[in-house]
């Protein structure tokens, strides 16, 4: 009998898993499209209480991959006595660090716990959202889509955050001020920047850039109350890395999550000191990862008031969910198949017959030699799979 082990690092179930979530974002993409063009000109309150459900129906599927397949956990560091009164009740802009491949993952598995995961929404380039599923569903879902202009972005953002702040729901910002994510290489030249503009140096972060929570900041100001500081970590020498890769095999990885609320008439109100205020805060942030790294502990070292941490319990509906869309995206397609082998059809495409096909390619196929290709390929590929 096939292994647990065995199955969850099968090739072929990763494709079925690919296959069923590229096709419901499709899907879900296609419903948002009707209701984005059809409803929200009348209705913008009730066209994004039925978004929250299609966008979270479509990202609570790697949820589903973190925590039912892989196992992944999490220690979740914050305010008891603020977790129960604000998390999932209030809008909220959240500035994380971009150090790991699967931050944003962790920061929607934890969104799930507090119930906003299908209204949290981040600031993107705008190529992205003519990339299907994801894109599509990000531009219905109304993203904040940048192009590095920054008098097309500040209206682009005025515009957004408007929106934002209009929803009949919580909604969650994301904002990663490093622009990218942290390599060597970046984390050299953004040091070589900080030393000409003589802004701190940072040893675990790239420089932040300013402008775009600046901008953001006069706009939200009286409408979001907090801001969430968002500070992701996984142990140095975990035995497994924490990657997409590592999840998709099955293989679990247990991150750390500091997040701190910070109401925003706390942050100034004149640009340059709001810079300030953000360029201060990811000392903070670098002082911290700089302990977890070095003891395994967010506060030793960093000089942070200490905040236990609690596990949360993951929800059911991200596995309900993935389930029922890997039978409605999978099932037509291996009732097809059946049909084909039941028929005898498929035995005309076994590896033995294609191979026939191939030698014979010059008196059988010469005027097809594109068909020939084809069939090579698709002869490599059960070959793969028989």
């Not at 419903?31 to 000109?41: D, E, M, N, R, T």
């Not at 009740?89 to 491949?101: D, F």
């Not at 070292?301 to 596990?311: D, K, P, Q, W």
């Amino acid at each position: 009998m096939i292994s647990l082990k065995i199955f969850k690092q099968s090739t072929i179930v990763h494709l079925c898993f690919a296959i069923s979530y590229f096709t419901s974002g499709l899907i879900l993409s296609l419903i948002q499209a009707v209701l984005y063009f059809g409803l929200k000109p009348f209705n913008k309150t009730l066209y994004r209480k039925i978004n929250y459900y299609l966008a979270y129906s479509f990202y609570s599927q790697l949820v589903f991959m973190a925590e039912w397949w892989s196992g992944t956990t999490m220690s979740v560091y914050i305010k008891k006595d603020e977790y129960e009164k604000f998390y999932g009740k209030e809008h909220g802009y959240l500035i994380m660090n971009h150090s790991y491949e699967i931050d944003w993952l962790m920061g929607w598995q934890f969104c799930d716990g507090i119930q906003v995961l299908g209204n949290c929404k981040a600031y993107a380039k705008k190529s992205i959202q003519y990339l299907p599923p994801i894109g599509w569903m990000w531009k219905f879902s109304e993203f904040v889509f940048l192009e590095r202009s920054f008098e097309k972005d500040k209206e682009t953002i005025k515009k957004q955050i408007s929106e934002i702040c209009d929803y009949p729901d919580p909604v969650w910002l994301l904002l990663t001020p490093e622009g990218t994510r942290y390599t060597a290489k970046k984390h050299e030249a953004s040091l070589k920047f900080a030393k000409e503009k003589n802004l701190p140096l940072l040893k675990h972060h790239l420089t932040p850039r300013t402008r775009g929570f600046t901008t953001s900041l006069q706009f939200f100001r009286g409408k979001i109350p907090a801001i969430y500081n968002i500070q992701l970590a996984f142990e140095k020498d975990a035995k497994t890395p924490p990657t997409l890769t590592s999840l998709l095999y099955g293989k679990p990885v247990h991150a750390h999550l500091l997040i701190q609320r910070i109401p925003v008439e706390s942050v100034p109100e004149d640009e340059n000191e709001a810079a300030k205020w953000m360029h201060d805060l990811f000392v903070t942030k670098d002082k911290m990862q700089d302990s977890f790294l070095n003891t395994g502990d967010f506060f030793l070292e960093s000089g942070v008031e200490r905040i236990e941490s609690f596990s949360m319990h993951r929800r059911i509906y991200s596995l309900i969910n993935t389930l029922g869309w890997v039978v409605v995206t999978l099932t037509p397609m291996l009732y097809y198949l059946l049909g084909l082998l039941l028929s005898g059809k498929l035995l005309l495409y076994t590896p033995a017959k294609i191979d026939w096909h191939v030698q014979n390619q010059p008196r059988i196929l010469l005027r097809n030699r594109k068909k020939v290709k084809y069939l090579s390929v698709f002869n490599k590929i059960l070959c793969t799979i028989l």
